[in-house]
């Protein structure tokens, strides 16, 4: 410690800072303010991913590799930074990754370089074309900014013949659209990133990634304004989640949750937000009142225009299959929620999935509560503890003594939440979730303690100790306050954490389920892919089937594998499954693997039938989920199949 | 040197889609027709599309025009996009799959009709790709 109580930040090589950078996962999560940390601000005033934490570690590793040299724009990225740690505090929340370590290594490395060493990016049409639109300091063709984007639009290995745009309204977009196809050059809209991180290391890069030309950063598209009146928000598309949900709880409402960086336009086009929330507040159209569009054409049309084609019907069948969008969705005019104050969370474990689909379904179809979802173990584990460690013992106290498996969980309020307890043998309530957050660190540490020993010998453990005198003791064992889980963290956070964990929503089921901040810790220094769909839920064995095939398949490959969710959609006549696999994203061989299950589940699922794979789901968001999810899909024909598979071989690549 | 849409382009396709494609193996008897509509070409931003037709494998016609429709005939199958996409798929960097399924291509009807189409096309398409050499910047 220094005499002003700062500890001096031990210089990271630029080697160390490569390995760091390679962990990441680019979740996004360092662009918008989740801990009340405040937000990069050299991001923040410049916009382009390159002047945020998550693109300087991606420069960090284009450099290493030698696909960018250093450019002027290099110097201008390292200066923004002032190696504040507001980065260092967002990123080691999540992965335990240190950002800042990685910018002041990328800050040394540039001060060592010699002015021959940086390139001269010459200046072309194009470039002068988009900034006509959009002002000189919002597109460029530096390679170095560029390179930001890899993996989160742009594929690891293309030429960087690339641009990129930074829009901050629906007429630039559409200029841009229109500038774009009179110069014949594709382009592409970005958002947060999170889909397309998911997808990068996979065989779905090619698809779904830019393979040359103009990248549309939607980032500045940053309009939200609540209508508390009509109960809805209209949002720009640069707005992320987590912004829309902080801003409509201001005003007691809500809005349709998922991924917390995932901006809400890109989220409604490409999945129509498969969220827990959505057997009470719908899915694809369900979400909006209006979307303004920009089309391939570069026109602007509202969903809401009277004098145009159904916006809301699309083809139905498994071939109906879109790998971008097909329009860009620049502003939406979003349904939002009341909040109830008597809104609790109420969780029921089960040891099987059978026990645990067939409550979910019921209480689907009988509309009992706001958010309805199963959980599995390993979501859990992931989500509540603080680091990879201790999620791992997590999981395996759960799984080996407790037999905590799964668990339903249900938002709802006091009415609803006396129908879910009558319905089951225990429960665990909103405090004793409040001492497994605050109390993972020793929850973790039970593991062959002689307390879970005693425990697993009861008939029913999770009865024990949810519902029974056990319950007292686990309470006193896990010791459970913000100091204690704050000590897991690096030394120089843990004051910062000890705040972090003592704020009320940290240990707020309720909050936890609206802000989804914690679902990124499933891509903390390693990445997942997470397939699935929705499915009839009217069999119940051949839904619980399919969940089987998917766990068949990560045995058959020998990869870490878990049920991640299943939520009820359409008044339980659906409900959505993602299957997780679990990978290192920097290993070849795995990448294959993710990539096989990838497209045979897809297969497999088709040929069951009943379902919509999340593939087929991919782009369908602004349609009526009516027409997307019906007819129920039948198996397909072998004849469907291999069409499907040749479909698959030149779309995806022949080596799958 | 060929370039794409010009008279010389339609010649050599006939040619070498006669000589060189087997109706049975290379193009499975197919029997369809498909209006190709290219949009955006440079250097003046014009229209022009080719109309193909094969019936069981044989090619029966093969023109070009200009604007988006081909009067005389009304082709099963439409596809239309960019100049540059199309320069993309005839240059081989771009698959007629991928380019229909990132909509680069977009098809007039049922995406899954002519996703059908795909594979008995392919050898039209080798060809095409053999004989284009040269494009408008
Ligand atoms: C940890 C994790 C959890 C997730 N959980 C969920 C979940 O619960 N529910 C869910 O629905 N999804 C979930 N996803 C998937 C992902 O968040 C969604 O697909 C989301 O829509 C991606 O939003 P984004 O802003 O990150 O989009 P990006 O990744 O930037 O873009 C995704 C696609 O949309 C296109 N696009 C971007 N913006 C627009 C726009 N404004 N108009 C048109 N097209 C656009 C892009 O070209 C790209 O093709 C999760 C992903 C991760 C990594």
Redesign the pocket.
């Known amino acids: 410690m220094t005499s002003d109580n700062v500890l001096v930040m031990e210089k990271t090589s630029f080697k160390d800072a490569v390995t760091i950078a390679k962990k990441g996962?680019h979740?996004?999560m360092c662009r918008f303010d989740f801990l009340g940390s405040g937000v990069c601000p050299a991001g923040r005033k410049h916009g382009f991913l390159a002047y945020w934490p998550q693109g300087r570690m991606e420069i960090v590793k284009q450099l290493d590799s030698g696909r960018v040299k250093p450019t002027e724009k290099l110097k201008d990225i390292v200066n923004s930074c002032n190696l504040c740690g507001i980065c260092d505090k967002q990123c080691n929340f999540i992965t335990q990754l240190r950002p800042e370590k990685v910018a002041g290594a990328l800050k040394e490395y540039v001060d060592s370089l010699d002015e021959s060493e940086i390139q001269h990016v010459p200046e072309d049409d194009i470039l002068h074309g988009l900034r006509e639109i959009v002002g000189d300091d919002w597109a460029t063709n530096d390679p170095i900014i560029i390179s930001a984007y890899t993996m989160?639009?742009l594929p690891p290995d293309n030429k960087l013949n690339y641009y990129v745009v930074m829009p901050e309204n629906t007429e630039q977009i559409s200029k841009i659209v229109k500038f774009a196809n009179k110069n014949n050059v594709p382009y592409?809209?970005?958002?947060?990133?999170?889909?397309?991180?998911?997808?990068a290391p996979t065989v779905l890069v090619k698809g779904?990634?830019?393979e040359q030309g103009i990248i549309?950063d939607?980032y500045r598209?940053r309009n939200l304004e609540i209508h508390p009146d009509s109960q809805t928000a209209t949002i720009g598309?640069g707005i992320?989640?987590f912004e829309l949900q902080k801003e409509a709880l201001n005003h007691k409402l809500r809005a349709l949750?998922?991924?917390a960086?995932?901006?809400?336009?890109?989220?409604?086009?490409?999945?129509?937000?498969?969220?827990?929330w959505g057997n009470k507040y719908g899915a694809f159209a369900d979400n909006f009142i209006d979307l303004t569009?920009v089309d391939d054409e570069g026109n602007i049309k509202k969903h809401s225009d009277w004098e145009r084609n159904n916006p809301y019907s699309t083809e139905p069948g498994f071939t109906n299959l879109s790998?971008?969008?097909?329009?860009?969705?620049?502003e939406a005019v979003v349904k939002l929620h009341p909040v109830f104050d008597d809104e609790e969370a109420v969780l029921v474990p089960f040891d099987n999935i059978r026990d645990a689909f067939r409550l979910l379904i019921k209480l689907g179809k009988r509309d009992v509560g706001l958010s309805l979802a199963v959980l599995s173990r390993k979501y859990l584990a992931e989500f509540l503890s603080p680091t990879i460690q201790i999620s791992k013992d997590f999981d395996y106290v759960c799984k080996n003594y407790l037999k905590l498996n799964y668990v339903v969980a249900v938002i709802c309020d006091q009415n609803d939440k006396k129908i879910v307890e009558d319905m089951v043998n225990c429960t665990i309530d909103q405090s004793l979730m409040k001492s497994l957050i605050l109390g993972a660190p020793r929850f973790s540490k039970l593991r062959d303690s002689e307390f879970l020993k005693i425990l697993s010998e009861e008939e029913d453990p999770l009865k024990a100790i949810f519902a029974g005198p056990m319950r007292k003791h686990l309470e006193k064992a896990l010791d459970p306050s913000p100091e204690q889980v704050s000590k897991v963290f690096d030394e120089d956070l843990q004051d910062f954490f000890k705040k972090v964990y003592s704020k009320p929503e940290m240990t707020d089921i309720v909050w936890l389920h609206a802000f989804?901040i914690l679902?990124?810790r499933?891509?903390r220094q390693q990445m997942?892919m997470?397939p699935g769909g929705a499915m009839w839920t009217g069999d119940e064995d051949h839904y619980l089937n399919w969940i089987q095939m998917f766990a068949d398949m990560g045995d058959k490959l020998d990869v870490e594998h878990s049920l991640g969710?299943i939520s009820p959609l359409d008044h339980g006549k659906f409900a959505y499954m993602?299957y997780d696999y679990y990978y290192d994203h920097n290993d070849p061989e795995e990448r294959n693997k993710i990539s096989k299950i990838t497209v045979d589940s897809m297969e497999q699922s088709l040929v069951m039938g009943k379902v919509l794979t999340i593939l087929n789901?991919?782009?369908k968001?602004i349609y009526r989920k009516e027409h997307v999810l019906y007819p129920i899909a039948k198996g397909i024909s072998e004849e469907e199949q291999e069409l499907f598979k040749e479909l698959l071989g030149t779309v995806l690549g022949e080596e799958i | 040197m060929v370039k794409f849409l010009s008279e010389e382009w339609i010649e050599i396709g006939k040619k070498y889609m006669i000589e060189k494609l087997d109706p049975v193996k290379d193009l499975k008897s197919i029997t369809t027709s498909l209006l190709g509509v290219v949009e955006h070409i440079p250097p003046d931003d014009s229209t022009m599309n080719f109309y193909l037709e094969l019936e069981g494998g044989k090619l029966k016609d093969f023109i070009v025009n200009t604007g988006y429709t081909f009067e005389e005939k009304e082709a099963a199958y439409e596809i239309k996009g960019n100049y540059g996409t199309y320069k993309s798929v005839l240059k081989g960097e771009m698959s007629l799959g991928i380019a229909v399924l990132k909509n680069r291509l977009k098809v007039k009807g049922s995406k899954m009709a002519a996703l059908k189409l795909i594979k008995p096309l392919d050898g039209v398409i080798v060809s095409l790709q053999e004989i284009t050499d040269e494009f408008e910047e």
């Open positions: 996962t979740c996004g989160t639009i592409l809209p970005r958002s947060g990133g999170t889909a397309f991180s998911a997808a779904l990634s830019l549309i939607l598209l598309a992320t989640m949750a998922a991924e960086g995932a901006h809400v336009c890109s989220n409604i086009l490409t999945t129509g937000i498969i969220s827990t569009t790998l971008t969008p097909s329009v860009i969705v620049t989804r679902p990124t499933m891509m997942f997470g969710f993602e789901y991919l782009y968001g």
